[in-house]
Structures are given as structure tokens and as C-alpha cells.
């Protein structure tokens, strides 16, 4: 769909106009300072602290319930922690990067000057959407870009108090968010970014890949897959219990790098239903009653989680509830569950869960369970628990994830000197830190020739002297 400017609906008009006025200023008014670029910063970290408690509630009306400081440890920290970041290096990133010149080149000088891309599109999903909305924005202002963000319909409040946040605090030429439904997402994706970066599912990033092609616009695709977890024979199994659980149960599942199955030593199993058992119940007291626990999104999710349960159910498989809670569908509140040796056909072994359930799956060896990593596609994450520092090298060296947290999860996310990515399906490219700023920039390669290089000697007419030369270089 793409509609004329005249007939378009308000959201598409709005779409078009706002990446024209970014398009434009990127285009007539040059790379902007770091002097300006810290400011930016620091007007958005000013505008996000200022208005904490409004975004927190905004986002607990969007899931019905999300406790605030799941809220501000997921989502406020680390944003924070990452325009602090990007304040304190931004400076030296944006200076010119000296590079080795070849020996026959010299005395000539190589460098590579950062310059910012243009306009940045940033899609943003509604499970995290002011870290996946706001992380990547922080990437683009240090690099020097302007930004166009799409947040997700499915988080309204959300979305509409950060839309209004963002036109008070940055100019019409600097940041603008766009809301609308699938439709806008779709028109959005097919603008003539110079990088776009998507957050979301595998099945939408090929979509959205295949609109960004239409203009050859490179993309970041941040996606999701299966994460596995792999205990290994020597692991504190106590401790990878709770651990999993944190990770597993931080906003009810709903993360793209959750812990999605457990491979674990044949034979502990039930050992491990007991201690996530416990652990579930020291995080989540009452778990009817808790105000810790997230709800999920809305009713569409909560019934395909609700699907997978009742397939696997009907297969025969066994099922540990993790609390005595029952589920409530009104309310959209999951119990957490377990599922023991899953069939691969079930969906919850094919689809990524998203949810409060987690297969749990026996293996004969360390070596079983890296074949099984093996056999599917890339993850976004991987987590090994064990204490034999050549078991987890083994993992590490015969798997290729994303990124590996060791002997815990999700904190790999939270590394600001550690890039954030997928691989294969689990997506391309990567950001945080410094490799968001970039991924975001045009690393321009430059080379000044000084007036006594040799290499001025190579040129016709060629002669004895030029072939003496080659012989010497090739050497």
C-alpha cells in the first residue's frame, strides 16, 4: 500500500511528512557537532527522567499489569546507562580513526572519518518499547542521524505518551514518532531509510527485508528464535534453577532473549521441576496475588500460548505447574509451567514460546545437547550452566548464537561494551555501545598521498625501473 500524499489517511500523511523534514535537514544541513549531539543526549535522558513515573504507568496499562521496577531494571536502566555511555565516548568515537597505510604507500596516511548516515528508521515491538525504542535512538543521535521511530499499536499508552514526549523535547527536523497499525508499519518500512532497524519476529523481518531492498536500504534485524539453555553435568543445579527462572519469568516470558528450553543431564529432571518449583515461589509469593508477576500483552497472545498448552496436553506430555495459581484469562495471567520432553512437532518446540513455559529436555552429554542446538537455527541467545571452565569452552567453540551470557541470563543484553545481535535467523547486524553508533555511521575511508611517494614511479611508460619495482613489492 502506498498512498498519494493527497488521499492518504492522516497516519500515512503524517508518515511522508515527517520523513521529508528529516530527509531534508539531513541532506541541508550537515553532520551536527558533538557538542550538539550531546545535547541531544542529554535532552533525552532529562525527558526520560522527568517523566519515569508517567512511562512506567504507561506501560503497566498496556500489559494491565508490569510491577514499576521490573519496568525501570529492564527497560529505564539500561537505556540510561546507555546515553551515559555514549556521553562519555561519544567524543572519541566521532574522531577520526587512524589506520596502517600499505609500506609502498608511504609516507601517505590512512584514516576513517565517521559521518552519519542520514535518517535512521527504528521499529519498535511492544514487549520492551522504551528500551527497543529508545536504545537504538540513543545509537542514532551519537552517530549524528535523525530518527523516525514506528511504535507498536499493540502498546497504546505507551505509545501515545512517547509521542508526545518526543515533539515537545526534540525539533521537527531532529526526532519524530509515528503511530498506526500494520498498514503504517508496512508504508513505513518501504521509505528510502539510509539504515532501518527492526525489532520484532523472524516472519516480519523478512518482510520488512524485503521492503528496505526496494531502495537497497541496509538493515539491523534484531529478531528472536529459540534461545536454549544447557546445564551441564558439573552445574550448581540449585542455582541454574533460580537463575533460569529470573530470566524465564522477567515480564512474563515476553522477551526476546528469554530462556526458551532447557537441556539438562538425563536423569535430573524432576530434580529441576523441585528447584524451579522452589525458586518460583521465594520470586513470586501468592502468585495470584503478587504484583510482581507481568501479565501477558493482550488476548491474542495469551491464546496461543493457551493453544500451545492444550496441544501438548492432548499429546500426552507431562506438565508441572510452577504455583498453585490458576490461570486467568480476564486478567490474561499464565501460570508458569514446565513442560517435560515436549515432541519436536508440538508448536511450543517450533514457534518461539514468548510466554511463562518452558520445555525441559533430557540429554546423554554435553555433546547430545550441542548437536540439538545444532540441528535448529541460530538462536539470538545461548546460556550454559556448568563449573568445568573445557565443558563451557566446548560450547561456546561448537555453537553459534547471538550472544552467551555463562552461569546466568540475559545480562550478555545489559553489556554496553558488548554488541547486541542475532545471527542467521536470529537476525543481522548489531548495536549497543560503540557498534551501534557504528552500524549507524558511514565509516568514509580516506587516504592523502604525500608528494614524495614512490609510488609515483608507477606509471607508463612502463620500463625496467617499473618491473624492478613490482619485483620488490611483490616480494
Known amino acids: 500500500m502506498n498512498p498519494t500524499h493527497d488521499s492518504a489517511p492522516p497516519a500515512f500523511a503524517s508518515l511522508q511528512d515527517s520523513f521529508a523534514t528529516l530527509h531534508a535537514a539531513s541532506r541541508g544541513q550537515g553532520a551536527p557537532d558533538w557538542p550538539t549531539r550531546a545535547a541531544h543526549l542529554q535532552r533525552l535522558r532529562a ?57 609502498w604507500m608511504l609516507p601517505g596516511a590512512s584514516r576513517l572519518l565517521p559521518q552519519p548516515l542520514g535518517v535512521v528508521g527504528i521499529v519498535t515491538p511492544w514487549n520492551y518499547p522504551l528500551e527497543l525504542s529508545i536504545g537504538p535512538l540513543t545509537a542514532a543521535l551519537a552517530a549524528g542521524n535523525r530518527a523516525l521511530i514506528k511504535l507498536s499499536e499493540f502498546s497504546p499508552a505507551f505509545s501515545t505518551l512517547m509521542a508526545g514526549l518526543i515533539e515537545q523535547t526534540f525539533a521537527a527536523d531532529t526526532v519524530r514518532v509515528i503511530e498506526g497499525d500494520a498498514e503504517v508499519a508496512r508504508a513505513f518500512s518501504a521509505l528510502p531509510f539510509d539504515h532501518l532497524l527492526f525489532t520484532g519476529s523472524t516472519a516480519v523481518g523478512h518482510a520488512v527485508m524485503r521492503a528496505a531492498s526496494e531502495h537497497l536500504t541496509p538493515v539491523t534485524l534484531e529478531l528472536g528464535g529459540k534461545s536454549p539453555v544447557i546445564i551441564g553435568p558439573g552445574a550448581d543445579l540449585a542455582h541454574a534453577a533460580e537463575r533460569i527462572m529470573v530470566g524465564k519469568l522477567l515480564n512474563a516470558g515476553q522477551t526476546c532473549i528469554a530462556p526458551d528450553h532447557v537441556l539438562l543431564p538425563a536423569g535430573r529432571e524432576d530434580d529441576f521441576v523441585r528447584l524451579a518449583r522452589a525458586a518460583v515461589a521465594r520470586l513470586y509469593p501468592n502468585l495470584a496475588q503478587s504484583p ?23 499429546a500426552g506430555t507431562r506438565i508441572e505447574p510452577l504455583a498453585d495459581a490458576p490461570d486467568d484469562a480476564a486478567l490474561r495471567r499464565l501460570t508458569p509451567r514446565l513442560l517435560l520432553a515436549p515432541a519436536e512437532s508440538l508448536r511450543v518446540m517450533q514457534d518461539e514460546i514468548f510466554g511463562p513455559l518452558l520445555p525441559v529436555i533430557g540429554t546423554a552429554s554435553v555433546d547430545e545437547a550441542i548437536a540439538h542446538v545444532n540441528r535448529r537455527p541460530r ?97
Open 379 to 475: 538462536p539470538l541467545a545461548l546460556y550454559v550452566f556448568e563449573k568445568d571452565g573445557a565443558v563451557i569452552d566446548q560450547v561456546l567453540a561448537r555453537t553459534t548464537s547471538g550472544g552467551v551470557t555463562v552461569n546466568d541470563t540475559l545480562l550478555h543484553f545489559a553489556q554496553d561494551d558488548l554488541p547486541f545481535g542475532g545471527v542467521g535467523a536470529s537476525g543481522m547486524g548489531a548495536y549497543h555501545g560503540q557498534w551501534g553508533f557504528d552500524a549507524l555511521s558511514h565509516l568514509k575511508p580516506v587516504f592523502t598521498q604525500s608528494m614524495l611517494a614512490g609510488v609515483s614511479l608507477l606509471k607508463p611508460p612502463y620500463g625496467a625501473t617499473f618491473d624492478r619495482m613490482m619485483r620488490w613489492m611483490m616480494r
Open 292 to 314: 510482581d508477576y507481568t501479565r501477558i500483552i493482550n488476548a491474542r497472545q495469551y491464546q496461543r500460548l493457551a493453544g500451545y498448552l492444550q496441544e501438548a496436553q492432548q
Open 47 to 103: 525527558m526520560l527522567m522527568q517523566h519515569r513515573a508517567a512511562i512506567v504507568q504507561a506501560i503497566a496499562t498496556d500489559f494491565g499489569q508490569r510491577p514499576r521496577q521490573e519496568t525501570e531494571l529492564a527497560e529505564l536502566f539500561p537505556v540510561v546507562t546507555g546515553i551515559n555511555h555514549a556521553l562519555k565516548h561519544g567524543r572519541r568515537w566521532i574522531a577520526p580513526r587512524r589506520r596502517r597505510t600499505g609500506l
